[in-house]
């Protein structure tokens, strides 16, 4: 990755790839001796040229540093550094899709990595958030609204996790706080015993204190209203517009999710913004962002293309399980 000091002491524009494998490895370059931080790990990319879109140097690089060519490159998160020798704005893409043989044209070594054990070190400190937010998954299911604890959901949700669902967030404004203890412990035990991650809506059940091991999910009225990042594990928010956007980043929060994208019958009054406007708003984002409101699995790769992490879903992740 190039990272030569601009004349004019602005901004160093900079492309990185996410390269990613079926399994679920992503690669890690080291720097070539005689550059910047030689012998540090990063992910590949390098110098966005003067008029060049973000989109083409990284295509441009990947062929210049590791002879490969890029089939699909999903614009993901936005996140600046700075460096002793300037300031750096990276702009992250996800390449799971891509041919050729990779080889170390700059004669640098690269690795395959899976989180959450790397093997390779030291890494380039603006590197760290990257790693953070590429553990999460690109789905989140979203338990509908319940009054009661449900046992044809709890099978649902069983059947979810046996699967891909890796990451749920406990949603149930409606319900009783003395329900909510019940409902609460019976989805935490099936969630951590899979090895998911669980975060409950600041809406539900009165509480204050996330218990060990989830997170917390703000509502828009409690990312409005909060002045610090709760201590939690986890945290996320639900955004509609660049103010919410904007509070989550500078909250340093782990995701947002946005919406809604398409109807849906969970806010039937609410006026979907469509992927244009989501693209606009999700567009080079610090945190990941979620496209929600109206979607399924099925929309992954149309969410991803406008910049989304993934996709958050109510309905269809239970009915599809």
């Known amino acids: 990755m190039s990272t030569h000091s601009p004349a004019d002491g602005g901004w160093i524009e900079v492309v ?74 990276l702009r992250f893409f996800r390449v799971p899709r891509w041919h050729g043989e990779l080889r170390g044209l700059e004669r640098q070594q690269f690795r395959w990595q899976r989180l959450p054990d790397l093997d390779v070190a030291p890494i ?20 509908p609204a ?12 069983d059947a979810a996790l ?12 409606g319900m ?20 998911a991650r669980l975060v409950v809506n600041s809406a539900c059940g009165g509480r204050e204190e996330p218990a060990e091991g989830e997170g917390v999910h703000l509502t828009s ?11 939690a594990g986890l945290v996320g928010a639900s955004c509609h517009d660049a103010r919410d956007l904007s509070r989550a980043e500078a ?19 609410q006026r979907p913004m469509g992927w244009e406007k989501f693209a606009g708003l999700a567009r080079e984002r610090s945190i990941p962002v979620y496209a929600i409101g109206g979607l399924s699995v099925e929309d992954l790769p149309c969410a991803r293309a406008a910049g989304a992490h993934g996709i958050a879903a109510i309905r269809s992740i239970w009915t599809e399980s």
């Not at 540090?40 to 390098?46: D, I, S, V």
């Not at 009783?176 to 090895?195: D, K, Q």
Request: aromatic share 8%; net charge negative.
């Open 124 to 143: 380039l400190p603006a590197n760290g958030p990257i790693l953070s937010a590429l553990a999460l998954p690109l789905v989140m299911g979203v338990t």
């Open 176 to 195: 009783a706080p003395a329900v909510f203890e019940s409902f609460h412990r019976e989805v935490c035990e099936r969630v951590l015993a899979h090895g």
């Open 16 to 89: 990185a790839a996410v390269i990613e494998r079926d399994d679920g490895a992503f690669l890690l370059a080291q720097r070539p001796e005689g550059k910047v931080y030689e012998g540090w790990w990063e992910f590949p990319g390098g110098k966005i040229e003067a008029g060049e879109r973000p989109v083409n140097a990284l295509g441009r690089e990947l062929r210049e540093e590791l002879g490969i060519t890029v089939d699909v490159a999903y614009p993901w998160v936005t996140r600046t550094f700075e460096y002793p020798h300037g300031r750096v704005r």
């Open 146 to 157: 319940l009054a009661t604890v449900s046992a044809p959901f709890l099978e649902a949700l």
């Open 162 to 173: 046996s699967g891909a669902l890796r990451l749920v967030q406990l949603r149930v404004p």
């Open 221 to 231: 009225a409690a990312l409005a209203v909060a002045h610090e990042r709760p201590a």
């Open 251 to 269: 909250l340093g929060l782990d995701y947002a999710v946005l919406g809604p994208v398409q109807p849906t019958a969970t806010h039937p009054g």
